[in-house]
C-alpha cells in the first residue's frame, strides 16, 4: 500500500506570503492520479489540483501543483486570509486502499 | 447547481447499523462514481470505498469489507452507505463524494479524485 506523507505538519506564514507544501510517496504514483484538497474547519474538503498539476473549476490561479514519481508540490503563491486551512494530498492507487490521502499540512496565520 | 445533500446526525449504541444517504441533483447521477469518505474529529480523511450509480458495481477498502453496503435508488438520484457492527472508533463524519469528470474536445476523461463533496454526516457511536 502506498503511504502518503506530508511536510511540514504545520506552516506558519502571513498573508501574501508564498507556501510550498510537500506530499511524498512510499513508492512512484502516477501524475495522473495525485490530487490536492482544501479543507476548513467545519466544512467538506474541495478539490484544489488534479493530475497533479490541473486546476479545479473556480480554482484561483494563485493555487499550483507540480510533481512527479514520489514527489509532490502545492504551491500557493501569494497567501490570502481565505486560503489559511488543511491541505491534503491524496493519491490512486491498487487495494487494500484504492484512494489514500496524506495526514495533511495546517497553514496558520502567523 | 450541482449538489450532494447528506441525511442527518445519527447516534448509534455499539454494535448496530447506521445507513446515510446522498441525494444528488444538478447533474446526471448515473453518469458519475460515488465514494463514501470519513473523517474522525481532529483527523485525517479515509477512503471507504466507491459504487458506480449506473451498474451498481461497488468496491470496497479492505478495511471495511463485509461491513460496509453501498446501494442506489436511481429514481431518486439517491446513494447510501450502510456501515454495521458499529464501535466506538466509528465515530466520524462521513462524507459522499463524486468522482471527478473532465470533458476534453468532446470527450468524458475520468479521474480518481473527487470533485463534489456533499455537506457530512455526523455519526457518533456511544453506549
Known amino acids: 500500500e502506498i503511504v502518503l506523507t506530508q511536510s511540514p505538519g504545520t506552516l506558519s506564514l502571513s498573508p501574501g506570503e508564498r507556501a510550498t507544501l510537500s506530499c511524498r510517496a512510499s513508492?512512484?504514483?502516477?501524475?495522473?492520479?495525485l490530487a490536492w484538497y482544501q479543507q476548513k474547519p467545519g466544512q467538506a474538503p474541495r478539490l484544489l489540483i488534479y493530475?497533479?498539476?490541473s486546476r479545479a473549476t473556480g480554482i484561483p490561479d494563485r493555487f499550483s501543483g507540480s510533481g512527479s514519481g514520489t514527489d509532490f508540490t502545492l504551491t500557493i503563491s501569494r497567501l490570502e486570509p481565505e486560503d489559511f486551512a488543511v491541505y491534503y494530498c491524496?493519491?490512486?492507487?491498487?487495494?487494500?486502499?484504492?484512494?489514500?490521502f496524506g495526514p495533511g499540512t495546517k497553514v496558520d496565520i502567523k | 447547481q450541482v449538489q450532494l445533500m447528506q441525511s442527518g446526525a445519527e447516534v448509534k449504541k455499539p454494535g448496530a447499523s447506521v445507513k446515510v444517504s446522498c441525494k444528488a441533483s444538478?447533474?446526471?447521477?448515473?453518469?458519475?462514481?460515488m465514494n463514501w469518505v470519513r473523517q474522525a474529529t481532529g483527523q485525517g480523511l479515509e477512503w471507504m470505498g466507491w459504487?458506480?450509480?449506473?451498474?451498481?458495481?461497488?468496491g470496497y477498502a479492505q478495511k471495511f469489507q463485509g461491513r460496509v453496503t453501498m446501494t442506489r435508488n436511481t429514481s431518486i438520484s439517491t446513494a447510501y452507505m450502510e456501515l454495521s457492527s458499529l464501535r466506538s472508533e466509528d465515530t466520524a463524519v462521513y462524507y459522499c463524494?463524486?468522482?471527478?469528470?473532465?470533458?476534453?474536445?468532446?470527450?468524458?476523461?475520468?479521474?480518481?479524485?473527487?470533485?463534489?463533496w456533499g455537506q457530512g454526516t455526523t455519526v457518533t457511536v456511544s453506549s
Open positions: 463524494a463524486r468522482r471527478l469528470q473532465v470533458s476534453v474536445a468532446g470527450l468524458r476523461k475520468y479521474y480518481y479524485c473527487m470533485d463534489v
Open positions: 444538478g447533474y446526471t447521477f448515473t453518469s458519475y462514481d
Open positions: 459504487m458506480n450509480p449506473n451498474s451498481g458495481n461497488t
Open positions: 513508492q512512484s504514483v502516477s501524475s495522473a492520479y
Open positions: 493530475g497533479a498539476s
Open positions: 491524496q493519491q490512486y492507487g491498487s487495494s487494500p486502499s484504492r484512494f489514500t
